[in-house]
């Protein structure tokens, strides 16, 4: 085998472990946790929060609750928010931007008057 053949082939391999350690880390250390709290004294319906690669749907959020879950972005992206009120109106807000890199908290309240509050702690989660 020529000896350019044989770099050739030790890059590509150097450059595939790169990959792999890249996508672990970001699968392991990255995301970010959604909180959605209804501080309305109404019950909320068809709760979405979407980005470009992934959804989560709430059928019902009661006046006074809350609930969570992670959401992995795997691109640039940002949050937005759908849900309908008691008389049926569909509201939507966009939040945060996001991408792979990034990990934390976003927090979202919804009060009586369907405004959408959105507070956030992202931070880089690549190591410095």
């Not at 000896?3 to 595939?16: F, Q, T, Y």
């Not at 672990?24 to 990255?30: I, M």
């Not at 309240?109 to 992202?122: F, P």
């Amino acid at each position: 085998m020529k000896r350019s053949s044989i770099i050739a082939v030790v890059l590509i391999g150097l450059g595939l472990v790169i990959v792999g350690v890249d996508t672990f880390y970001v699968k392991v250390f990255c995301g970010v946790e959604i909180t959605i709290n209804n501080q309305g004294t109404k019950e909320i319906t068809n709760l979405v929060i979407a980005i470009r690669n992934a959804s989560e749907k709430i059928l019902k959020l009661g006046p006074g609750e809350s609930t969570s879950f992670a959401l992995q972005p795997t691109t640039e992206t940002h949050i937005t928010f759908t849900f309908s009120d008691s008389a049926g109106r569909v509201h939507e807000s966009q939040g945060v931007y996001l991408d792979r890199h990034l990990a934390g908290n976003v927090r979202i309240e919804i009060k009586d008057d369907a405004g959408v509050a959105w507070a956030e702690l992202i931070k880089t989660c690549l190591i410095d």
